[in-house]
């Protein structure tokens, strides 16, 4: 009997089997990426599904391996934010680039609320992705604890601690904000504010710490905390936190805001006060995003690498699916200072 398809006929496990010379078993497990397969056997497989133009049953292999093919990407924040921070897109990038030569669907879920949050839960104890990426994490967040108490694989953009025990991919922010500070101290810049991050978020905590290590590195003591002010990572947010530090400290000359978001917004406040810039106030955001480039004047900030962020993630994640017992990582991105015309 031949093996070879009949015209119109879907190849089938045993068609593959009997062409390649093995047993529907040896197939099955190269199909699901399994071991215990020679190197041979596996290329016999491989030749006889290349022939065939045999093409698994996603039904059929999600009942064997319990696995459904899919991972979302959880982003804890509302879509005028998604939409306004280039970060979110640049991570999605990077994890859309990441899987495309997989056969991984990427499930983009936005958590905004308790209904949204709800959902989620329902949706993961029913075993309907096979991991979860999560971004922006903020340090009171439950869905660390719940993912990790399903055992589910996940990998996280960022970290809720120094101590997170999940796998996570960061950038050096601590770094970033102290090279970034340093060079302003450097200029001969006297008084040095910050507009934070989120102080709920690692994020915030590390690059506020960063403005702090690179004052204590310059006058071996403490900067002035007035001199501090949180942000939300929004350009409203941004612009009003430069508006109160203007107020508190007049005679400030330049600040080191925590994303390029907010920086833009510090940007305008400062403007519409009549600060030149970089003459009176020098200005360095974080990230090194579009925005970046397109404010006025050009913005000095911090490079990021959020792509190559999302990639990492994702590849953390495949490979906790792959082999679940595989020890938790965390990866650390580093972090470059690019100059532009605003210091």
């Known amino acids: 009997m031949s093996s070879r398809k009949r015209p119109g006929q879907r190849p089938t496990l045993e068609a ?19 071991p215990g397969v020679s190197a041979k056997a596996r290329a ?17 292999r999600s009942l064997v391996t319990s696995r459904t093919d899919s991972i979302a990407l959880v982003i804890p924040e509302s879509e005028s934010r998604l939409a306004a921070e280039p ?26 609320n308790q209904r949204e ?15 979860v990426l999560l971004v922006s994490v903020h340090r009171d967040d439950p869905l660390p604890a719940f ?29 970033g904000a102290a090279q970034a500070v340093r060079y302003l101290l450097g200029q001969g810049r006297r008084a040095v504010a910050t507009i934070t991050g989120p102080l709920d978020m690692d994020v915030g905590q590390s690059r506020l710490q960063g403005w702090r290590d690179a004052h204590l590195e310059a006058g071996g003591r ?7 002010v949180s942000g939300d990572f929004t350009e409203e947010g941004g612009r009003a936190a430069m508006r109160e530090l ?10 080191f805001a925590a994303s390029d978001v907010m920086a833009a917004g510090a940007l305008t406040e ?67 200072l690019v100059h532009r015309l605003t210091t």
């Open 16 to 34: 593959v089997a009997r062409l390649a010379g093995v047993g529907r078993g040896t197939v099955s497990r190269v199909v699901n990426g399994s």
């Open 117 to 131: 949050l709800d959902r989620l839960t329902r949706f993961v104890e029913a075993q309907r992705v096979d991991g």
């Open 246 to 255: 203007l107020e508190r400290r007049p005679d400030l000359d330049a600040v």
């Open 44 to 60: 016999a497989v491989e030749a006889a599904i290349a022939e065939l133009k045999y093409v698994p049953n996603p039904a059929a």
């Open 270 to 336: 400062l403007r519409e006060r009549g600060r030149r810039v970089p003459a009176d106030v020098a200005v360095i955001g974080f990230d090194d995003s579009i925005i970046a480039r397109h404010t006025v004047p050009p913005l000095t900030s911090v490079n990021q690498p959020s792509e190559d962020l999302g990639r990492a993630i994702t590849r953390l994640l495949l490979d906790e699916i792959n082999d679940p017992s595989r020890p938790r990582r965390q990866l650390t991105l580093p972090t470059t």
């Open 147 to 175: 993912l990790e108490k399903m055992q589910i694989p996940t990998v996280l953009a960022g970290r809720r601690s120094p101590g997170e025990p999940l796998s996570h991919v960061h950038s050096d922010n601590l770094g």
């Open 222 to 228: 403490q900067p002035d905390e007035s001199l501090a």
């Open 87 to 112: 970060y979110f897109s640049a991570v999605i990038r990077g994890v859309s680039t990441e899987l495309a030569d997989t056969e991984m669907q990427l499930l983009l879920i936005l958590v905004r």
